[in-house]
């Protein structure tokens, strides 16, 4: 079928090792046709994080620590039966865990540092509050 379009950069240069990965083949309740039952093309790619050296040791422990509720002792498992060909499914497969390693590995954001509001922004809310107070307080019942 030829070479697959990897590597896939997970961060910077680093990308899936494609030693590290191990494949399963399954039939898929997807699309297919008459050839559906006769195929495997449902794809599942499993990568051991706990395991790896192909992250660095922040990069991995950072990833262990967000992927905690979908890893089963350390090991991580991506699903695609999106496709009618194996091929496409392994393609998406790979795809799938690249990015979900990217956004774990990826350094947690810079904390919010608190500004003040500006004194003409709070005096002009308070001036309009005042007005729509008179403006209300024009509506009395005595009035009337």
């Known amino acids: 079928m030829g070479h697959m379009s990897g590597p896939y950069p997970i961060r910077g240069s680093v990308s899936l090792p494609e030693a590290e990965l191990m494949w399963r083949f399954s039939r898929s309740s997807g699309p297919g046709g008459q050839h559906v039952n006769t195929s495997d093309s449902q794809v599942e790619l499993r990568f051991d994080l706990a395991a790896t050296q192909s992250l660095r040791p922040v990069w991995k422990a950072r990833a262990l620590e967000r992927l905690a509720s979908r890893l089963v002792g350390g090991v991580i498992s991506v699903r695609a039966s999106d496709h009618r060909s194996q091929w496409r499914n392994r393609e998406t ?13 990826a350094p947690p954001p810079r904390p919010r540092r608190p500004t003040k509001i500006p004194r003409g922004i709070n005096e002009r809310r308070l001036r309009e509050k005042k007005h729509r107070a008179e403006t209300k307080r024009g509506r009395n019942a005595r009035d009337w």
């Open 93 to 105: 497969a790979a795809v799938r865990l690249a990015a979900l390693l990217a956004e774990a590995t």
